[in-house]
């Protein structure tokens, strides 16, 4: 398991000016991944540092050991290469970054200028070769305010407190394109007894934190929970986009389908479980009444720190917003520690049958919802199913996505004695089905 050390010292300071802002990103005690190119040039993978991204493997020559083969990996357009290395070089990277970017040594500035380009200046692209994309419902506020839209005297499900609900997306669903096709599917509108294959007309976001697989699990042998953050290589932002009219006529018996797998969006930059040490927190309090776990649920360090502090916040700016000049509108903050299942429940769950994980496979926290209207992570939630639409600052009335509109997700963990540390931007455009076609 990752632990405090040098890397976290919030008294480091960076040669790169940017990475020392107060309000940055990518402070030096972050360097999260990202997979970059520049025109002509091939994708590998870059660290952000400030606004600027390092190409790893171009100083490869300069490091030892484990951490010459991990920046060696980073020739590769994506992370699972480095992945594959396992987590001690992984660790020696990091350690390996942190101290060639640090003011330290600043004699190390000269040699690594020519492999620093302005992250402004280069394409950023999906960082993960993804095999295997798992959705949970993790958020007990979601899943009630979402319950509660159909099932007003009973909206908790009875399976939701003993185990972490979840189902299976496409992975080739999963990218980082900024423009997302408005879904085309089967709804059946009011009044009508037969459903129509029309537009989506009720799109949504949804507001959730990635967690990315960097060691594979065995076949038949489940993941204990104690174990769990140890084959957690990052953590992305997440948007899983959703049509709630198709959901509505498809999702039942067997639950989500085509209501989610036309698009998924992830941040680009993948924060590493090692940056995120400082930010681990208890997880959240079940509550006197909650059902005693089974075994295979249940770690007590676990309960100790298995959440994770980390601020999600939503803004959305409609094409008039934009043609106005103005900035985006935000809609509501949230954070992940409020989740009712931890990330080392999610995966000890998913592989409690057998089944396994490969290095690679993305598991998303379902929609992250506070207790209210302000940290809900959906429209569904906010405008309480379309019935209480929520004004712009344009005058506009929004109850779901129209086409322009442009959502923005943010993160980042801020804890007193630490440097704040943060995950970019997950961002969408709406487009029309024609614009697709």
Same mark, same amino acid.
């Given at each position: 398991m990752s632990k405090l050390n040098a890397s976290h010292d919030p008294a480091l300071r960076s040669w790169v000016e940017s990475a020392d802002a107060a309000d940055t990103d990518f402070s030096i005690q972050n360097l999260p991944f990202a997979a970059f190119s520049r025109q002509g040039e091939p994708i590998r993978i870059g660290v952000g540092i400030g606004d600027q991204i390092v190409d790893v493997s171009a100083l490869s020559e300069w490091f030892d050991g484990d951490a010459r083969a991990a920046a060696r990996a980073c020739a590769q357009p994506v992370l699972?290469? #480095?992945m594959l290395l396992g987590t001690p070089a992984r660790q020696a990277l990091r350690a390996a970054l942190s101290e060639m970017l640090s003011t330290r040594q600043v004699k190390n500035a000269a040699k690594v200028r020519d492999a620093l380009y302005g992250q402004d200046d280069v394409q950023l692209h999906l960082p993960v070769r993804i095999g295997g994309y798992t959705d949970f419902f993790s958020s007990i506020e979601h899943a009630e305010n979402a319950g509660r839209l159909f099932r007003p005297n009973a909206p908790l499900l009875p399976n939701y407190k003993h185990l972490p609900i979840a189902y299976n997306g496409r992975a080739?669903?999963? %990218?980082?394109?900024m423009e997302i096709a408005r879904p085309a599917g089967q709804i059946r509108v009011d009044g009508e007894d037969k459903p129509c294959y029309l537009p989506s007309q009720r799109l949504d976001y949804e507001v959730e934190l990635g967690g990315y697989i960097g060691t594979a699990s065995q076949p038949g042998r489940p993941v204990q929970v104690g174990d769990a953050w140890d084959y957690f290589f990052g953590f992305s932002l997440l948007n899983d986009w959703s049509a709630r009219d198709i959901q509505a006529w498809e999702y039942q018996p067997l639950g989500p389908f085509l209501a989610k797998s036309f698009a998924?969006?992830?941040?680009?930059?993948?924060v590493t479980v090692d940056a995120l040490v400082p930010y681990r927190v208890a997880a959240r309090d079940r509550g006197p009444e909650a059902p005693t776990l089974l075994p295979h649920l249940h770690d007590a360090a676990d309960r100790v720190a298995g959440g994770v502090n980390v601020s999600l916040e939503l803004h959305v700016r409609s094409a008039r917003m934009v043609a106005e000049g103005r900035s985006p509108m935000l809609l509501s903050q949230g954070n992940?520690?409020? #989740?009712?299942?931890?990330f080392a429940q999610m995966l000890a769950h998913h592989t409690s049958n057998g089944s396994a994980v490969d290095a690679g496979d993305l598991l998303g926290s %379902?929609?992250?919802? %506070?207790?209210?209207?302000g940290a809900w992570g959906s429209l569904l939630e906010i405008t309480r199913g379309g019935a209480d639409p929520l004004i712009l600052p344009t005058g506009e009335l929004r109850t779901f996505l129209a086409d322009g509109d442009e959502v923005v997700i943010k993160g980042f963990c801020e804890r007193q004695g630490f440097a704040r540390i943060g995950f970019g931007q997950c961002r969408g455009v709406i487009h029309s089905v024609a614009a697709r076609a």
């Open positions: 699972n290469c #480095l080739n669903s999963v %990218g980082c394109a998924t969006s992830v941040s680009p930059w993948v992940a520690s409020t #989740l009712y299942w931890t %379902g929609t992250v919802s %506070g207790a209210d209207r």
